[in-house]
């Protein structure tokens, strides 16, 4: 129903507009108080490099996170990561995340670009608390938000935004109506935008999620995607039909295709219920990262990685990396 609303295929969007109306509001009153000075931001002495979205979840915003990380890390810069830590309750924040961290403890996409990249990320709602946590251990030179757009109490110095390039901004309402965080017309001040497939606009990088190998949450074996059968798949991420027409395009048909909400927490109980004999669960591995504590040996995942154009994507990081030269120059 949701997805119908937003991508303008329902008229009932229109019952909920006093309610954006007022969303709209107040997101634009918030940015413009720390625009107008009325409110203060908290500036790091690193680079601030923001990784976000002006709609709700499912942009592909955590593999860019993941790319610029590990591209940066290329470059001999020391990327620590910050995220408000959706879908987990730490005991205490800020939360500097260690092998030991669950899902449960910091959210899934930080656990994810933990495990990925091997950089320092820290969780909290309050972000400034987390790349504080992040300095303290002298391990850092520049610090990328996943997330936290429109998280304006901690300054930044690059923006990028990542857009859907196929169901871009949906009806362009605020939410409830629409999937808007920010009008559109905030693209116009951020340094940079990511399309993730569908048709970059002029002035977007293109990008394209590309597959690896799947992997077997027990073994860490792995092979060719084709050469799994009887596929049951499952995706609790932001948009689950992006995943399964991936493997679609890669030859493999699934026998179901199971979308669960994104962030959603699993069960045992849950997940073995969804395979039969002789079939294979196929998950994300923004999935994989939450059950793996209680996976079966016919559980499988399909990492995913970011691709962007040479040269543009080159253009990019020697801008992140200039600013990372400029601050150390002025301290």
Known sequence: MIERLWSGRSALYVLLLPLSWLYGLISTLIRLS?????????????????VGNLTAGGNGKTPVAIWLVQALQQRG?????????????????????????????????????YQRTGAPVAVSPVRKEAVQALLEGGEVDVIITDDGLQHYAL???????VV???????????LPAGPMRESASRLKSVDAVIANGGNAQPGELPMQL????????ITGETVPLNELENV???????????????LRQQGVVPVREVPFADHQDYTQPQLASLVSAGEILLMTEKDAVKARHFAA??????????????????ALLNRIVALQVKKLLTR
């Open 34 to 50: 720390y625009t107008l000075g009325w409110r203060k931001a908290w500036r790091a002495p690193v680079p601030v490099v923001i």
């Open 297 to 314: 040996d016919n559980w499988w995942y399909l990492p995913v990685d970011a691709q962007l154009p040479q040269a543009e994507s080159d």
């Open 155 to 161: 300054a930044r110095d690059f923006e990028i935004v």
């Open 77 to 113: 810069l020391r990327p620590g990561v910050v995220s408000r830590g959706y879908g987990g309750k730490a005991d205490h924040y800020p939360l500097v995340l260690n092998d030991q961290t669950s899902t449960r403890q910091a959210g899934d996409e930080p656990v994810l670009i």
């Open 164 to 174: 859907d390039g196929q169901r871009r901004f949906g009806n362009g309402w605020w």
């Open 210 to 217: 590309r597959p690896g190998l799947a992997a077997n949450l």
């Open 232 to 246: 049951v798949a499952m995706a609790g991420i932001g948009h689950p039909p992006r995943f399964f027409a991936m």
